[in-house]
């Protein structure tokens, strides 16, 4: 695993040792900030169940101006921030060991407005619906925040008909997909 383009280009990052946590392939990486590329410049991205912060550390590098990394592995933990020294990438990052609600919230202490939230969390376990609900309170959370979710194939987003949420778009993969989300407005 490395860092794809920006600032921090060929870098390669290290990832947790075992199965606890799933890094994002290079070629997904890629493909999701293509997408995503001209909402970077200058945003305040947060990385919730962030493993090795490959995520939020390629935000980073392709211009993003503050990252939040949100994890409770404490070998996570330990990676993420060797993987900041690495890149050079410490001042403008800050990582909780925390639950990641929690971690929002504290967040939302810090900043008024949050521009961009990646989450992968532990597939089939419902944990990205736990957050999103939740975020329909948070005022820092906004029409103008995007939400992207990395989730199985098979997980339904159909609670968020009755939320203020809505899909935008779904980019699929092999055996999972990139759940582009923001809130309605209402």
């Known amino acids: 695993m490395r860092v794809i ?6 870098i390669p990052l290290f990832t947790p040792e075992g199965m606890s ?6 070629r997904i990486k890629e493909t999701l900030f293509n997408m995503i590329q001209g909402e970077l410049p200058s ?3 947060v990385d919730l169940y962030a493993g090795s912060g490959g995520i939020g550390i390629e935000a980073i590098s392709r211009g993003a101006s503050r990252a939040y990394f949100c994890e409770m592995n404490p070998k996570a933990i330990s990676c993420i921030r060797e993987n900041l020294k690495k890149t050079r990438f410490v ?3 800050r990582v909780l060991s925390k639950d990641c609600l929690e971690g929002i919230k504290e967040i939302c202490r810090i900043e008024s407005h ?3 939230i990646f989450m992968d969390p532990p597939y089939d376990k419902e944990e990205e619906k736990r957050i999103l609900l939740a975020c329909q309170s948070i005022e820092a959370v906004d029409e103008n925040t995007l939400i992207i979710v990395e989730a199985s194939k098979d997980t339904s987003f159909d609670y968020l008909n009755d939320s203020a949420f809505e899909v935008e778009k779904v980019k699929s993969y092999g055996s ?5 989300v923001r809130k309605t407005g209402k």
């Open 5 to 10: 383009a920006g600032r921090a280009r060929r």
């Open 21 to 26: 946590t799933r890094p994002t392939t290079d």
């Open 114 to 116: 949050i521009d961009i």
């Open 43 to 45: 945003c305040i991205f």
């Open 91 to 93: 001042e403008e990052a």
């Open 176 to 180: 999972n997909k990139h759940v582009f």
